[in-house]
C-alpha cells in the first residue's frame, strides 16, 4: 500500500506538472496571437499598441494588422477628431499623403471627401479654404486641374464662387430681386426691362440735374455726403439709376467708341449693369474726371468712410479678376450698413459676399 501510495502521488505531480506546462503553452500561444503581440510584430511600441487597444474598435484592429507600420497612427487615434468608422480610409489617406496625422484627419472627416480621388497639395488646400461652398466641389476641382501655374487655393475658391471658371453672359440667371440691397446684379446675373423699384430724384446740391436713385440708397447718401463735408470733402453724383432703356444707349456709345471687347470691359449688357437697381452711384468730387479721380482726397475718403454708410467700393484694383470690371475708384454700391462693415473688414468684393453669406446654402 505504501509503495502504491507513492506512485500515486507522483502520477498526481506529474500530471499536475503536465497540466501547468500545457496552461503555460496554451497562455504563450494565446498570448503570440493576441493584438497586442501582433501589432508590436507589426512595429508599434508597447505603448503605442496600449492607446492603440483602448482607442480602436476590435474589429478594425485587422485593419491595422494588414497595414505596414507607420507612426502617424499613434497621432491619429489620439487626435480628438479621430473617427473609428473611417479607420480604413484614414489608413488608405497614409499611403497616399505624405502630411500630418491631423492634416489627414481634417482631409478626411471634410463632408465632401471621396477616398477614390487622389487631391493635390492645391486641391487639399482648396477644401480647407474659408469660403469654400461644398455645392462648388465638383468646379474647384476641374478649375484646379485647369490652371498651368502656381495659383492660390484662396484665388481659385473665390473666382469658383463668383462664377468666374465660366464664360461672361454664359448660362445667365435672373438676380434674385427679393434681396433687397444685397440684389447682385453682373455678367452672370440680370434684371428684366421690366424690373421696378422705388426710385427718388436726387436734390442738384450733391451732383448732376436728373440724377436719380432708390429711397433708402438716397437717404444714406446724403448723410455720407454730409459726413464728408465736415472733413472737408465734397461728394458729386454724376450717375445713378439707369433703367434697361437707358443702359442699351450706354452699351452701344461704348460699341461705337472700341467694338465689343472695349465696351465688355468698361459696360454692362442691358440688363447686366447694377445701375438699373438704383442703388450704384458714381461718386466723384467737382471737377474730377475718370482719370483723375484715383488717389484723390474724395476717392481716398470714400475708400476709407463709405461702408460706414452702407456703400462699398464696386469694383476695387485688386478684384478685377473677380467682378470683371476694371477699377473704377468713383463706383459705390448701396449694400447696408451690416453688410458693407463685413466687406469692408473682409476685403470682399459684392460676388464674394453674396456667394459666402447670401447664396450658401
Given at each position: 500500500m505504501r509503495k502504491w501510495s507513492k506512485k500515486s502521488k507522483l502520477a498526481k505531480i506529474v500530471v499536475s506538472l503536465g497540466l501547468v506546462l500545457l496552461l503555460i503553452a496554451i497562455g504563450l500561444i494565446a498570448y503570440e496571437n493576441s493584438a497586442l503581440r501582433k501589432l508590436?510584430?507589426?512595429?508599434?511600441?508597447?505603448?503605442?499598441?496600449?492607446?492603440?487597444?483602448?482607442?480602436?474598435?476590435?474589429?478594425?484592429?485587422?485593419?491595422?494588422?494588414?497595414?505596414?507600420y507607420d507612426e502617424r497612427v499613434d497621432e491619429?487615434?489620439?487626435?480628438?477628431?479621430?473617427?473609428n468608422g473611417k479607420l480604413?480610409?484614414?489608413?488608405?489617406?497614409?499611403?497616399?499623403?505624405?502630411?500630418?496625422?491631423?492634416?489627414?484627419?481634417?482631409?478626411?472627416?471634410?463632408?465632401?471627401?471621396?477616398?477614390?480621388?487622389?487631391?493635390s497639395e492645391l486641391e487639399r488646400a482648396i477644401l480647407k479654404e474659408k469660403y469654400y461652398l461644398s455645392r462648388n466641389y465638383e468646379r474647384y476641382l476641374a478649375a484646379a486641374r485647369s490652371v498651368n501655374e502656381e495659383v492660390e487655393a484662396a484665388e481659385i475658391v473665390a473666382q469658383v464662387n463668383s462664377n468666374r471658371d465660366r464664360e461672361y453672359y454664359?448660362?445667365?440667371?435672373?438676380?434674385?430681386?427679393?434681396?433687397?440691397?444685397?440684389?447682385?446684379?453682373?455678367?452672370?446675373y440680370y434684371l428684366g426691362p421690366d424690373y421696378d423699384v422705388d426710385i427718388v430724384a436726387m436734390d442738384a446740391t450733391y451732383g448732376q440735374i436728373g440724377v436719380e436713385m432708390e429711397r433708402e440708397t438716397y437717404e444714406y447718401f446724403q448723410k455720407m455726403a454730409e459726413a464728408a463735408l465736415l472733413d472737408g470733402v465734397q461728394l458729386?453724383?454724376?450717375?445713378?439709376?439707369?433703367?434697361?432703356?437707358?443702359?442699351?444707349?450706354?452699351?452701344?456709345?461704348?460699341?461705337?467708341?472700341?467694338?465689343?471687347?472695349?465696351?465688355?470691359?468698361?459696360?454692362?449688357?442691358?440688363?447686366?449693369?447694377?445701375?438699373?437697381?438704383?442703388r450704384a452711384l458714381d461718386i466723384f468730387t467737382p471737377g474730377m474726371t475718370l482719370t483723375s479721380f484715383a488717389g484723390?482726397?474724395?476717392?481716398?475718403?470714400?475708400?476709407?468712410?463709405?461702408?460706414?454708410?452702407?456703400?462699398?467700393?464696386?469694383?476695387?484694383?485688386?478684384?478685377?479678376e473677380i467682378t470683371g470690371y476694371e477699377y473704377e475708384p468713383w463706383h459705390y454700391r448701396y449694400v447696408g450698413k451690416d453688410a458693407a462693415k463685413t466687406i469692408y473688414n473682409e476685403g470682399l468684393s459684392l460676388e464674394e459676399y453674396y456667394a459666402y453669406y447670401i447664396a450658401r446654402g
Open positions: 508590436e510584430r507589426v512595429g508599434y511600441n508597447r505603448e503605442e499598441v496600449e492607446t492603440i487597444l483602448e482607442m480602436v474598435e476590435k474589429s478594425d484592429i485587422e485593419l491595422l494588422l494588414a497595414h505596414k491619429l487615434v489620439k487626435d480628438g477628431n479621430f473617427q480604413s480610409e484614414y489608413l488608405d489617406g497614409l499611403d497616399k499623403y505624405a502630411i500630418s496625422a491631423e492634416g489627414l484627419i481634417q482631409l478626411v472627416n471634410h463632408p465632401d471627401y471621396d477616398p477614390a480621388e487622389d487631391y454664359t448660362e445667365p440667371e435672373a438676380a434674385d430681386i427679393d434681396a433687397g440691397d444685397l440684389l447682385l446684379v453682373n455678367k452672370y458729386y453724383v454724376t450717375s445713378g439709376y439707369r433703367d434697361y432703356t437707358d443702359q442699351e444707349e450706354v452699351f452701344a456709345s461704348y460699341l461705337a467708341e472700341g467694338g465689343e471687347a472695349h465696351a465688355l470691359v468698361y459696360a454692362a449688357k442691358p440688363g447686366y449693369s447694377e445701375h438699373q437697381t438704383g484723390t482726397k474724395g476717392a481716398n475718403w470714400l475708400a476709407n468712410e463709405a461702408y460706414k454708410y452702407g456703400f462699398v467700393l464696386r469694383y476695387p484694383e485688386d478684384k478685377v
